[in-house]
């Protein structure tokens, strides 16, 4: 379950460098759960359903091959920017998708990765 603050819930990913859009997306329904965008040239609902699209296909993929590593997360690349997909297990029945666009010529890949990571991981905790 999300927490109830959801409108300041991806304040940590909107402090990565070269931030454009994120979303928190139910895995099941493609539905937004939680956004924040500093642009307003990218679509949140295409973005979210493109990203549900690609965890589902990877969640399978990775469900038939037979590998001890667990998928972290995908970049998708594009000329002008970056997609970041990451999937979260919230409870055996929930599973959401952290979708977030970076700018490509502003975003260190790196440290983007590092602080969506430790924003994962606060949903564990």
Partial sequence: MLPPATDTLLDPVTMIDGFRLAGLIDASTGMVLASAQDVCDLSLATAAAGATDIAGVLSHLTG??????????????????????????????????????????????????????????????
Avoid: K, W, Y
């Fill in 64 to 125: 038939a091959m037979a590998v001890s590593d667990e998928l972290e997360d995908v970049m998708v690349t594009f000329s002008n920017h970056f997609q970041l997909i990451r999937t979260l297990q919230l409870t055996p029945t929930q599973t959401v998708i952290l979708l977030v666009i970076l700018d490509r010529g502003r975003a260190n890949l790196a440290l983007a990765r590092h602080t969506i990571r430790n924003f994962c991981a606060s949903f564990a905790a």
